[in-house]
């Protein structure tokens, strides 16, 4: 079942909405603005991230039970680093995958580019922090690729493969202006 929609908070709407429209390409679609439960008020921002599915973001001002100084990006508030928890959204295809790795790159950002054996990904951390992740799926998985999950899930100490290679693609430096 396809999910109708994940949110996150931010602390910089504006950087926020930059990175979600020009880098990741999404489209903002709906805008909903209300008072806060717990005082104070909130706009709820819903990016169409294509197929029907979005990506929401909340503004949230002058909530008493919401420290000024909150941490958004998600797994650094929790004191994890920022690839555990983080968002993947669906590259069709590899064709694809490097368009949307050309597309961070041209807006500045450094790639880490993995290709996991059975699926490859991009990955970067947006304005709040929080691991972004387009993942290209790149075989079928078998019958026994189901029964080594199972056999890993139900072991106290799984087996352990060579972590993939990473690869870091700088984004290219502006010209100096003479």
Known sequence: MA???????????????????????????????????EGGWAR???????????????????DPAIPDDFDPSISRGLGLPSWTNHL??????????DAFQQRWLDHGYAVL????????????????????EF????????DEDRHEADERRRAAQPMLHEPPV??????????SVV
């Open 3 to 37: 999910f109708h929609h994940v949110a996150i908070a931010t602390r910089d709407l504006d950087a926020t909405h930059r990175f979600y429209t020009e880098v990741m390409g999404f489209e903002l679609v709906k805008v909903e603005a209300a008072p806060a439960p």
């Open 135 to 142: 993942c290209c799926t790149t075989r079928a998985f078998t």
């Open 166 to 175: 990473a690869e870091v693609i700088e984004a290219p430096k502006p010209a």
């Open 88 to 97: 993947a959204f669906d590259a069709p295809d590899l064709t694809a995958l």
């Open 113 to 132: 580019r993995i290709d996991h054996g059975w699926c490859t990904s991009i990955y970067l951390d947006d304005p709040n922090g929080i691991a972004v």
């Open 44 to 62: 709820h921002l819903f990016y169409d991230t294509r197929g029907g599915q979005c990506l929401a973001v909340w503004d949230v001002h002058d």
